[in-house]
Antibody, heavy 123, light 108 residues
Framework: EVQLVESGGTLVQPGGSLTLSCVAS????????MHWVRQAPGKGLEWIAY????????HYADSVKGRFTISRDNANNLVFLRMSGLRVEDTGVYFC????????????????WGQGTLVTVSS | EIVMTQSPATLSVSPGDRATLSCRAS??????LAWYQQRPGQAPRLLIY???TRATGIPARFSGSGFGTEFTLTVSSLQSEDFAVYYC??????????FGPGTKVEIK
């Protein structure tokens, strides 16, 4: 069974830093690109970061570029999101996602999501 | 960036009735379109990908259609567990990967 479990969410002050972790199990982690998507309270879904199987390429949403860093540890099936310069508007639930596509395809949906971890940015 | 829109924002439906949700892309995404369901307090889950293919374990009452810029998700006979928020998402042209704002299906 594919499982993604996020951790690290907490209350942090504006301007602060935080690192989220996501541990994956039940699949060949090295074979999949991974994403982070967030959801502000009562709002919709916003994609924020992606990294490929080999950690290159990496893409970020404009809203977090220069402040957030995505990385992975393939030996331990981990994905990280390092967040710095946090703002009140970064408050929300952060989801770790697996990107899936069929052999021969070049894109696909997000087929598994973690349960999310809550980040609250407030003074 | 491809902008996704959804209508209606809220859909009031009686259990057992049919629900039809719409999604529009600002430019063609072919069939690279997915639908996700999010129940209260839960993570989203993949329902439909490739515009019309049900994901593993998704009941046959869920169906998707469309191509290019216009897409539809239909729930043929709403069950109590289907009252949720539904998001469409394009994965044709990225980054960024973009979601629609969601349609909330509520009990009438």
């Amino acid at each position: 069974e594919v499982q993604l479990v996020e951790s690290g969410g907490t209350l942090v002050q504006p301007g602060g830093s935080l690192t989220l972790s996501c541990v994956a199990s039940g699949f060949n982690f090295n074979g999949h690109g991974m994403h982070w998507v967030r959801q502000a309270p009562g709002k919709g879904l916003e994609w924020i970061a992606y990294l490929s199987r080999s950690s290159s390429p990496i893409h970020y949403a404009d809203s977090v570029k220069g402040r957030f860093t995505i990385s992975r540890d393939n030996a331990n099936n981990l994905v990280f999101l390092r967040m710095s310069g946090l703002r009140v508007e970064d408050t929300g639930v952060y989801f770790c996602l697996r990107w899936f596509w069929f052999p021969g395809e070049s894109t696909g949906p997000f087929d598994h999501w973690g349960q999310g971890t809550l980040v609250t940015v407030s003074s | 960036e491809i902008v996704m829109t959804q209508s209606p924002a809220t859909l009031s439906v009686s259990p057992g009735d049919r629900a039809t949700l719409s999604c529009r892309a600002s430019q063609s995404v072919g069939t690279n379109l997915a639908w996700y369901q999010q129940r209260p307090g839960q993570a989203p889950r993949l329902l439909i990908y490739g515009a019309s293919t049900r994901a593993t374990g998704i009941p046959a009452r869920f169906s998707g259609s469309g191509f290019g810029t216009e897409f539809t998700l239909t729930v043929s006979s709403l069950q109590s567990e289907d009252f949720a928020v539904y998001y469409c998402q394009q994965y044709n042209d990225w980054p960024p990967w973009t979601f629609g704002p969601g349609t909330k299906v509520e009990i009438k």
